[in-house]
Structures are given as C-alpha cells and as structure tokens.
Antibody, heavy 116, light 112 residues
Framework: EVQLVETGGSLVQPGKSLKLTCATSGFTFSNAWMHWVRQSPEKQLEWVAQIKAKSNNYATYYAESVKGRFTISRDDSKSSVYLQMNSLKEEDTAIYYC???????WGQGVMVTVSS | DIVMTQTPLSLSVAIGQSASISCKSSQSLKYSDGKTYLNWVFQSPGQSPKRLIYQVSKLDSGVPDRFSGTGSETDFTLKISRVEAEDLGVYYCCQGSYSPRTFGGGTKLELK
C-alpha cells in the first residue's frame, strides 16, 4: 500500500523558516518524481515544487511565488522528500501536500500558518 | 502558465441524477508524446485530494464506472451518472502536460 505522510507543519512568524518532511512507503521511491502542492484557506490548489529522480540529476522546479525562498530535496535512503521554506510570508499559509508525479497518490497534508 | 478554467463553480444535484463539469485550458494539453495529461481530482470534506481520472478518460483503480472523462486539446468534461452521497465534495481538473502544473478553481458538488 502506498503511503505518504507529511510532518513539520506549524504556526510561524513572517520571515521565519520551516522544513516539511514527507515520508513515503509502498513504491520505488528512488525512481519517483515528487511534488509539493499547497491548498490555500480559500481551497485553491497550487503546485509548489517538483523534484526528479537521480537519473534526472535530481532536477528541481519551483512556482514563481516561492522561487528563491523554498527548496525541495530528497533522501532516497529514507524514501523521503523535503520542503525547506525560508522567508515565510502570510500568503504561504496553507495545507501542504506531497504527491507523486502524476498526482496519483497524496499525503494527508500538513498545516502551515504564517502569522504574527 | 496554462490557465485551467472550470465551470460551474458549484452544482446542486439530487441523489441519482447526473452531473457534468467542464474544464477548459488556455492552450492545448496534448504533449509531444501524443498523450494528453489532464487529470480529475476529487476532495471530500476534510480529506486530502484523490485522483479519479488521468489522461482525460482513464479511471483510477477502484473508481466506479459512474464516472467518465472526455475531451481533447483544450476542452474537457467530467460526467457523473447516478450521483451518490459519497460523490459530494469538490472536483478539480489539473494539467500535467507542462510546467508549472496548474489546477482549475474547483467545482463544488452539493446535494439539492
């Protein structure tokens, strides 16, 4: 059974940093391309970042809204993908989901609230 | 970026009736490999999204055949025949053909 479990969500002040973790199981993680997708309080889904596999040199891609502030990474030995979020803004407040490349599997999501 | 436009914003249906949701993309979603990476994702209240349909019309495992997806290029439709209570929630289309991936604004399916 495929499982994706996100952790690391929290309430943080603007300008601070936070790191999310997505631990996976049930599929060959090392070959998988992974995304982070977020859902705003208004329920709009927004793609955030993608990381490809080792065979693709771990290429990464970012939404313009987070480029330069967020970093996606992975540890194939732990079947995990991460999202390092720096210089957080109030508009980053959302539920953050990790998903597989074709959006076929989603985690349960983790809440990130950016507020003073 | 490709803009995905869904209509209607909300849809009220009675159990047993059919429902239809439209999704239009700002440019063709047909990729260079000949495939069209248009997905339909469903989110029931309090749950994480779940993919129902991929590549326009292919049903994910366990999805009832009451669901069907049609369309090509820029115009796509999700149809639900004989709506059941478990179908109530929000439906999103999303494209996986080009970066950045983009989602429609969602259509809320409610009980009449």
């Amino acid at each position: 059974e495929v499982q994706l479990v996100e952790t690391g969500g929290s309430l943080v002040q603007p300008g601070k940093s936070l790191k999310l973790t997505c631990a996976t199981s049930g599929f060959t993680f090392s070959n998988a391309w992974m995304h982070w997708v977020r859902q705003s309080p208004e329920k709009q889904l927004e793609w955030v970042a993608q990381i490809k596999a080792k065979s693709n040199n771990y290429a990464t891609y970012y939404a313009e809204s987070v480029k330069g502030r967020f970093t996606i990474s992975r540890d194939d030995s732990k079947s995990s993908v991460y999202l390092q979020m720096n210089s957080l803004k109030e508009e980053d407040t959302a539920i953050y989901y990790c998903t597989t490349w074709a959006f076929d599997y989603w985690g349960q999501g983790v809440m990130v609230t950016v507020s003073s | 970026d490709i803009v995905m436009t869904q209509t209607p914003l909300s849809l009220s249906v009675a159990i047993g009736q059919s429902a239809s949701i439209s999704c239009k993309s700002s440019q063709s979603l047909k990729y260079s490999d000949g495939k069209t990476y248009l997905n339909w994702v469903f989110q029931s209240p309090g749950q994480s999204p779940k993919r129902l349909i991929y590549q326009v019309s292919k049903l994910d495992s366990g999805v009832p055949d009451r669901f069907s997806g049609t369309g090509s290029e820029t115009d796509f439709t999700l149809k639900i025949s004989r709506v059941e209570a478990e179908d109530l929630g929000v439906y999103y289309c999303c494209q996986g053909s080009y970066s950045p991936r983009t989602f429609g604004g969602g259509t809320k399916l409610e009980l009449k």
